[in-house]
């Protein structure tokens, strides 16, 4: 096992690690920014570094000070945590260059699935059911013209290093496509310093589901079933549920064996997450998440597993502590991401906090890093609380959110909880019928 583990992150993702760093008896050491020296994970830590000033350019991102960081500490691995370098394979070279560890997938694979060209090449050999869309990159517009002539109309243009829903232009018919390829193309260079785009059909209704995987190094490969992330905002989740109420039980189990065998062939290493679009009973890949996700622990919550944990204990070579026969799925679990914007404009809105009381109770989670007094810096993303809740059954854990959101504050910033108090209301969310287009085009649209 590990001697020293750096955390290489912020925010509630960094004190999920330090959690389960301390469960297992690892000492850990959190680097941070100047905005973050009163954050919680520094005041919760064994050790921080400062790595640098607020941007993240300069801190979260600043790979030779957080290198440094870990010589100084003499830290031996480096967990990324979720976003800022967790899906940079150059980053993940270096730390092993480095003579560390670095807790994630093989670089290989993270390379190949943060080019969503190749990721689509790689899923289709693996297995896998994709969107019908363009064999790889699409170079100029005549080459366009000519496959969505066979793709079919709507069409989406999307960015082959996208993330965060940016880069993705729809093509409702053949006249709007040279608009929707410009203006992905330039939308992908500007964001991602990349223009290559490719083409998919674009699904008018569909859900978002995926499915977890996580493997070892020994060989064992287990799912643990699905998350419905469907309700999303500009292509950003929202609220998370799990198990999905779309899925029989026989669906669950196919697409999980589908997902764990892809995983096998394709020699994968560590937790990942396999995302599909879910239209008329078809599953279609769309990309893989080569770590953690911020929704991890609504399938923790449903499975009993420790997520981090296992993460952990297969970067130092373990084996995974379970098989799939041992894996169940009971009761249900939801996620609210709770953040810092306006609840009807989605404007940030950072600043003081100066009441803060979690929501309590039985089956109730919070993953947040706020106190009362905490300040919310306007540098970094929104996310400032995940509300986690579990019941026996759906409606038992509907019924528990409700009386969580009610009990929960955060003052005086306006935050989504608002949003999400509306949300338990709502019928679609109720019955379950939402899909990826509610939120937006149906529920925000109504206001
Ligand atoms: P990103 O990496 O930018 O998040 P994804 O490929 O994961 O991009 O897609 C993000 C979201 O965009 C999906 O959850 C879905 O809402 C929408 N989307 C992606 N591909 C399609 C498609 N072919 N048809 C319809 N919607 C799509």
């Excluded at 980053?91 to 990721?119: C, Q, W």
């Excluded at 306006?414 to 019928?427: F, G, I, M």
Aim: aromatic residues 6%; glycine residues 8%.
């Amino acid at each position: 096992m590990f001697n020293k583990i750096l955390i290489a992150n912020r925010g509630d993702v960094a004190l999920r690690v330090l959690r389960a760093c301390k469960e297992m008896g690892i000492p850990s050491v959190i680097v941070h920014s100047t905005a973050d020296a009163d954050s919680m994970p520094v005041r919760l830590a064994d050790e921080s570094v400062c790595i640098g000033p607020p941007s993240s350019a300069e801190s979260y991102l600043n790979v030779p000070s957080i290198l440094a960081a870990a010589g100084i500490t003499g830290a031996d691995a480096v967990h990324p945590g979720v976003g800022f370098l967790s899906e940079n394979a150059d980053f993940a070279e270096i730390v092993k260059a480095h003579g560390l560890t670095f807790i994630g997938p093989e670089t290989r694979h993270i390379r190949s699935m943060g080019d969503k060209v190749e990721a689509k090449i790689t899923a289709a050999n693996a297995g896998l059911p994709l969107v019908p869309g363009s064999p790889g990159a699409v170079h100029t517009i005549a080459e366009a013209k000519k496959l969505g002539k066979t793709i079919g109309y709507p069409l989406l243009v999307k960015a082959a290093s996208g993330g965060g829903g940016r880069g993705m232009k729809v093509a409702e018919t053949a006249a709007d496509l040279a608009e929707a390829f410009s203006s992905a193309r330039s939308e992908a260079k500007a964001a991602f310093g990349d223009d290559t785009v490719y083409l998919e059909r674009y699904l008018g209704q569909p859900r978002h589901i995926e499915v977890q995987v996580i493997a070892d190094s020994h060989g064992n490969v287990v799912h643990l079933g699905e998350r419905e992330c469907s309700v999303q905002r500009r292509h950003q989740k929202l609220f998370e549920e799990a198990p999905s109420p779309a899925l029989s039980a026989d669906q669950r189990a196919d697409i999980g064996r589908i997902a764990a065998e892809a995983t096998r062939k394709m020699g994968y290493l560590g937790v990942g997450t396999m995302e599909f679009l879910y239209e008329d009973g078809e599953f279609f890949f769309i990309e893989m998440n080569t770590r953690l996700q911020v929704e991890h622990p609504i399938t923790e919550e449903i499975t009993g597993v420790d997520l981090v944990r296992e993460q952990i204990s297969i970067a130092a070579g373990e084996k995974l502590s379970f098989a799939q026969e041992d894996v169940t799925f009971t009761g249900h679990a939801i996620e609210c991401r709770i953040n810092a914007e306006h609840p009807e404009t989605f404007m940030p809105t950072p600043g003081k906090v100066t009441a803060f009381h979690a929501a309590g109770g039985p089956g109730v989670r919070v993953e947040s890093c706020l106190y009362s007094g905490y300040s919310v810096p306007p540098y970094y993303d929104s996310l400032i609380a995940k509300l986690v809740v579990y019941g026996d059954d759906r409606a038992h854990c509907l019924a528990r959110l409700k009386r969580a959101i009610e009990e929960f504050v955060v003052e005086p910033i306006p935050t989504t909880l608002a949003l999400h108090a509306r949300l338990v209301e709502a019928d679609a969310i109720i019955d379950g019928s939402y899909n990826i287009r509610w939120l937006e085009e149906k529920f925000l649209a109504s206001d």
